[in-house]
């Protein structure tokens, strides 16, 4: 065991674990952070993404001794109110069928437009391919990720 | 009048407001513990609910809480049910609160997920509980302002009379709650429907996109404690014995124990099973302690043997012996080979096969093979348990919690009203969580842990455990006359340990001499209804089969097809044919039109085509398929769909796009095979699962308009995708395929 203080979502957050646990559990088990979702456990499914100074890792595979300083953000803390573009672009396109997969998806997706705002096709299924949907939302996710960087685009503009 | 204490307590409430004959008596809810009620105002939840009935209540303030009777699974009921209440209730639906209920098939309905039959089941009676709150409430207004009732209209909830006087819901609903409940309200009629048949959002989304604890595995309560069970290495073994010493000593673990998920004897029905009866656990205080801990374990295995089952149920009472085996899936291929060369039961016979066969100027033979798949949903299996000597409380994701209740009343000695079910939104189902061994698994480790725990799944016992799609071959043959006329039809078809045939579909009624037989091998590998159980390999080999005839005739696979749905309709061959073949020609027809087959414009693609009946609804896709990097790659797809009303439309066309999407994974990939009894697969390492980059690039889903009752829409497209991908892959291999799944054309570049 070992008390190890996390940046998670902003706020530092002790937590006194075994220096193995995978971060998806620290979140889950500890921190009352359920958003993060466990689909395999063997960076198989993107289900447990989170951004890990801004790049979407799965936190299945990361242990907790390793995140240091780094700042994560969980599904939880990725908008205020829940109207992060690609938040907002899952809602207009009603992405979700059991919606167990989504997290991650929009982790996903969310670390893909911040390197690379105006993603191809091409460029969105290399960054996707990653994350898992049994129910076969791939087609909404998408176009829900192109509206996204629309959005964001234009939010850029205006400023 | 009766009192609703806590959210939790909703079950005992909703029973103690049941009226004698199960009929809809009104009951107005006054929160009387302070402490619920200090719990709702934190929510900002208003004080008093008035319930109409079982699906609505309202309060004075005019919030209207529309109670979804059926778990979600992501097939969309947690909106399109109550869409079906808010049309005949007439509110507006952007006011409605949505809330999953409590177990209570006595006031909720069937609340079973599963068969496509959720929106079927509930079209009438959802419908008449708006009408009948609606009318209520009218009437409440008619007394109120001293005006006859025919005279009280309603729009979006607002009730008003000619005099200029109006109220809205909220203001009549504690008195509308006293009257009586109006029996035969009239409902609309499907050109007046104003809610369903317009696109409505999933109640959940925001839930869902901002990462709230939704599922069973989010659930936590005070003092939860963790538990996995160890299950044998493979099927056909049991636990000899264990030593759990090192196990003990890991940090966090409290107890490691067995104990039997049913009693020797215990009878089973019909989704019982006990796959792994001897259940051995690990109880500790985090997932990943209990993990760890798990793995320290030293287990002896020894074989269980022929052992018996005694089931109840469909079939009546009887034994079954489940033969000990350690079976591997070259052996099992090669028995089914054999078993397939011997005489099977007759299905159905029409005319005179045999003499058909005998004349033939040409018959075509083709057996297809499909081997178990795993439901992998993304959720793997979990339940919450807490169960005292007084009463249990489960909560998780769970199909048909009322399939499973007599078995804890059963396994637990306590009474159903001592037992409440909560039902969580479900990450996938695809019929595995029908069979709720799983929370009896949690209930029992409960009891005997004296904690409330939740039991967890790890991945890789979620995909080893069973349940699986059974095995099936079947054998198509096709008599040909000398004109090249299909005058003999025959299929015989197997599986372990149920074969897949529907004998009473297409092309049966078709066809003037029909034969269809089966034949079923034992085994002791669990199997359990799986998206389309039996149509999903129905649709892949007949469908198949099919077109190979028509190019044999030197026909078109849609006319081909729609000649022989003419002929069902005209001169229908025997009885019980269970589709309607105009309805089955109109999926053809329209994806016919839609895809623009044979049409010029198309020549870049390989298309091939498939149509499918199943839980009473309709499918036809055209795939279009072209070689990408060397492989074959379904680029787009156009499905047509005959489901009657579509209740909510572009979540109706998302749940068909996802099934096409599944269909082309599971046809390409899905495959769980076994040597000498163990799952040789484990994780999404290696059992594949279709990704983002193999989805095709359009999906256009299209729906013959009716305005027949709503039917199943979560199984139907699903089917008939295997079909329609394995007659695109021959026309861009020419190679047939025969054998599930297609993945090894992907080995080989084209
Ligand atoms: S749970 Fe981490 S990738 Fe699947
Ligand atoms: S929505 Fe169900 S797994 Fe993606």
């Known amino acids: 065991m070992a008390t190890y203080h996390l940046k998670i979502n902003g706020k530092i957050r002790p937590v006194n674990v075994d220096p193995s646990t995978p971060m998806l559990w620290v979140l889950r088990d500890h921190l009352d952070l359920p958003g993060t979702k466990y689909g395999c456990g063997i960076a198989q499914c993107g289900a447990c993404k989170v951004h890990v100074d801004g790049v979407a890792v799965p936190s299945c595979q990361l242990p907790v001794s390793a995140v240091g300083k780094q700042a994560i953000t969980t599904i939880e803390g990725l908008s205020a109110r829940g109207d992060h573009p690609v938040q907002k672009a899952w809602i207009e396109h009603d992405v979700a069928q059991c919606g167990y997969c989504q997290a991650g998806q929009i982790m996903t997706a969310a670390a893909l437009l911040k390197q690379n705002p105006k993603p191809t096709d091409e460029d969105i299924d290399a960054a996707m391919s990653g994350n898992i949907c049994r129910c076969g939302t791939y087609l909404l996710i998408k176009e829900a990720i192109k509206s996204a960087a629309k959005e964001t685009a234009g939010s850029s503009t205006r400023k | ?750």
């Open chain 2, 1 to 750: 009048m009766t009192t609703d204490k806590t959210t939790h307590n909703r079950r005992s409430f909703l029973k103690a407001s049941l009226l004698a004959g199960g009929g809809m008596m009104l009951s107005v809810s006054w929160l009387s513990s302070a402490k619920a009620a200090d719990k709702l105002k934190a929510l900002n939840v208003p004080e008093q609910w008035s319930q109409l009935n079982g699906y609505i209540q309202i309060t004075a303030t005019n919030l209207v809480k529309l109670i979804c009777p059926n778990p979600e699974f992501g097939q969309n009921v947690m909106t399109s049910l109550p869409m079906m209440v808010a049309e005949e209730l007439d509110v507006d639906w952007k006011g409605v609160v949505v809330e999953m209920g409590p177990h209570d098939n006595t006031k909720l309905g069937p609340q079973f997920t599963g068969g496509s039959n959720s929106v079927r089941m509930y079209w009438k009676p959802l419908r008449e509980a708006g009408a009948a709150a609606r009318q209520m409430l009218r009437e409440a207004a008619a007394q109120s302002w001293g005006v006859p009732v025919d005279e009280v209209t309603t729009k979006a909830g607002v009730l008003r009379h000619a005099s200029g006087k109006s109220a809205k819901y909220g203001e009549m609903a504690s008195k509308a709650a006293t009257l009586p409940v109006p029996k035969g309200t009239k409902l609309k009629a499907p050109k007046d429907f104003s809610i369903v048949r317009k696109s409505k959002k999933n109640v959940e989304g925001p839930k869902i996109v901002t990462g709230k604890p939704l599922f069973g595995l989010d659930y936590r309560a005070p003092g939860m404690l963790i538990a996995m069970i160890q299950h044998p290495p493979a099927f056909g073994m049991k636990l000899k014995s264990f030593d759990a010493s090192q196990t003990l000593k890991m940090p966090g673990i409290k107890d490691v124990f067995s104990l039997k998920l049913y009693e020797d004897g215990f009878e089973q029905g019909g989704f019982d099973t006990r796959t792994f009866n001897d259940l051995l656990v690990v109880v500790g205080k985090t997932t990943w302690e209990v993990m760890n801990a798990r793995k320290k374990l030293k287990v002896e295995w020894e074989p269980a043997g022929d052992t018996k089952d005694t089931m109840t149920g469909r079939g009546g009472k009887r034994e079954v012996t489940v033969p000990g085996e350690l079976e591997s899936t070259s052996a099992q291929l090669e028995k089914m080979q054999e078993w397939s060369k011997k005489p099977a039961q007759q299905l159905r016979k029409d005319g005179d096969p045999e003499t058909a066969f005998k004349n033939a100027a040409q018959v075509i033979e083709r057996t297809y093979n499909a081997p178990f798949l795993a439901h992998n949903c993304m959720e793997p299996m979990n339940f919450f348990a807490h169960v005292t000597d007084e009463k249990a409380l489960l909560v998780g994701p769970l199909q048909a919690p009322g399939w499973t209740e007599p078995t804890l009343v059963k396994r637990l000695g306590l009474p159903a009203d001592k037992i409440e079910i909560q039902m969580t939104r479900m990450g996938g189902g695809f019929g595995r969580r029908a069979y709720g061994h799983y929370l009896i698994e949690a209930a029992l480790i409960s009891k005997r842990a004296k904690a409330p725990i939740k039991l967890i799944y790890t991945r890789e016992d979620d995909m080893t455990y069973g349940i699986y799609r059974p095995m099936y071959t079947a054998t198509y043959r096709a008599a040909l006359d000398a004109n090249k006329n299909l005058i003999g039809f025959h299929v015989k078809g197997g599986g372990i340990p149920e074969h897949a045939i529907h004998a009473n579909r297409f092309p049966a009624g078709a066809v003037e001499n029909y034969l269809a037989e089966g034949w079923e091998i034992p085994s002791n590998i669990t199997i359990g209804a799986f998206r389309a159980p039996r149509s999903n390999f129905n649709a892949a080999a007949e469908q198949s089969f099919l077109d190979e005839v028509a190019e044999a005739m030197g026909k078109d696979p849609i006319e081909f097809r729609l000649e022989l749905l003419k002929r069902a309709k005209e001169a229908p061959v025997g009885k019980n044919n269970e589709y309607d073949a105009d309805r089955y020609a109109g999926v053809l027809t329209l994806v016919r039109d839609k895809s623009g087959w044979n049409k010029p414009g198309n020549e870049k693609y390989h298309r091939g085509v498939a149509a499918y009946f199943c839980h009473n609804s309709y499918a036809a896709h055209v795939v279009d398929m072209v070689t990408r990097d060397g492989q074959p790659y379904v680029e787009r797809v156009f499905s047509a769909m005959d489901c009657g009303i579509v209740v909510n439309p572009d979540a109706a066309t998302n749940m068909v796009q996802g099934a096409v999407v599944d269909g082309i994974g599971n046809a390409f990939y899905g495959s769980l095979t076994h040597k000498a009894g163990a799952a040789q697969q484990s994780n999404f390492h290696n059992y594949r699962l279709i990704r983002h980059n193999e989805a095709p690039k359009k999906i256009e889903v299209h729906f013959v308009e009716n305005d027949l009752d709503p039917t199943g829409l979560g199984e139907p497209p699903f089917p008939p995708v295997f079909g329609a991908v394995a007659n695109a892959l021959y026309k861009t291999t020419g190679k047939r395929q025969y054998d599930q799944p297609f993945k090894s054309v992907l080995d080989k570049r084209i």
